[in-house]
């Protein structure tokens, strides 16, 4: 990653900074309640892209909807409206090819995009390769990722768990209602089956694709600002984590802040890396790495995951 780092960040983490490179830490949460409770953990995400549109600061942001002859699986949307912004808000659980949006935007339109750490990752190879990307990426949003899901995790929930055929969905929310929210299935004949998001995980765990058990980036080290769940403090519910890592990352998250559009509060590194996710990409996947790599089987270049 540091050649890369140097490209976004002109820095490089310290030694055995897991975390990455980064200048400050917050949890926080959208200080409009229609946006937080839509949110999947605090709502931030949808609350920083909409700002910077409201500000004239972007002209499109790049987000995640769903299909919509297949109401579960999920696609890269362009929006221009903070509607737009505001509609797209809520993790979803499945496979989105959001570099693939790139070329759908606009020669020279400024632009904020969402990602996972995977396609920050991709993201920033072709910015330090020079490929020439035509729109002006201004803010690159990194979720925290432990893993993705097959859509054949969610066509499974959706048949054998709720016991719903395919062509009878009309609608599905990964993280809908209260915090931490359930994933929600809404048939044409307009009946709703849930499941809490923590147990619903559990069902879909078996559908993870082998580039996810073999990732080590698990809180987007390459994004401008880092954004997940706070997990690690009961008494924070319902506030998103973020990790600021670019001077301008920061800048947004801060004028956000300042203008009272987010609600801002410094928090020390524990309650970043006291998640689940942490520890399975940075300990279990690294020793999986590490075997996969032993027996000469395909996997991504993460410096310092050595074979010793
Ligand atoms: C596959 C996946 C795995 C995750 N794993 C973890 C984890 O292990 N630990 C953790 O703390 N957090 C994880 N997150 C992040 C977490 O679910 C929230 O996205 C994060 O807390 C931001 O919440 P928010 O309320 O601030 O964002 P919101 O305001 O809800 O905005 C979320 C934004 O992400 C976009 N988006 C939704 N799904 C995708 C997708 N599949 N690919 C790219 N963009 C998308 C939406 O369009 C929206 O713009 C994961 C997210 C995903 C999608
Ligand atoms: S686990 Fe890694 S490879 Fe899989 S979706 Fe998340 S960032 Fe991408």
């Known amino acids: 990653m540091g050649r890369m780092e140097q490209v976004a960040f002109n820095n ?3 030694s055995g900074e897991e975390l990455g490179f980064f200048r400050s830490l917050w949890a926080g949460y959208s200080r409009d309640q229609a946006v937080r409770e839509a949110g999947t953990s605090g709502g931030l995400v949808t609350q920083l892209i909409t700002d910077m549109m409201e500000n004239g ?3 499109a942001a790049l987000v995640t909807g769903f299909c919509e002859n297949h109401p579960w699986r999920a696609r890269p949307v362009v929006v221009h409206t903070p509607a737009g912004v505001r509609a797209h808000a809520q993790s979803k659980y499945t496979m989105s090819a959001q570099n693939a949006a790139l070329r759908d935007l606009g020669k020279k339109e400024r632009v904020a995009l969402v990602g996972l750490p995977c396609q920050i990752a991709g993201l920033r190879k072709a910015q330090a390769g020079g490929w020439g990307l035509e729109p002006d990426i201004v803010l690159a949003i990194g979720l925290f990722c432990l893993s993705n899901f097959l859509p054949e995790g969610t066509e499974y929930m959706i048949r054998e768990v709720f016991g719903v055929n395919l062509e009878d969905v009309e609608r599905v929310a990964y993280r809908e209602g209260e915090f931490p929210g359930s994933i929600v299935v809404e048939s044409k004949d307009g009946s709703r089956k849930s499941l809490p998001y923590p147990e619903a995980k559990q069902h879909l765990r078996p559908f993870r694709p ?3 058990m073999v990732c080590y980036d698990w809180s987007s080290e390459l994004a401008d600002v880092s954004v997940g769940d706070l997990w690690s ?3 924070r519910e319902a506030h998103s984590c973020a990790v600021a890592r670019s001077r301008r990352g920061e800048e947004i998250l801060l004028s956000a802040g300042s203008a009272e559009t987010i609600h801002l509060e410094r928090i020390q590194a ?9 520890r399975y990409k940075k300990r279990g996947n690294a020793a999986f790495i590490r075997h996969v790599r032993q027996h000469g089987l395909p996997c991504p ?3 310092g995951v050595t074979c010793s």
């Open 210 to 212: 082998y580039r996810c």
């Open 12 to 14: 490089k983490r310290g």
């Open 270 to 278: 524990h309650l970043v890396t006291d998640n689940p996710g942490f």
């Open 233 to 235: 403090d009961p008494e």
């Open 57 to 59: 600061e972007i002209d």
């Open 301 to 303: 270049d993460y410096p």
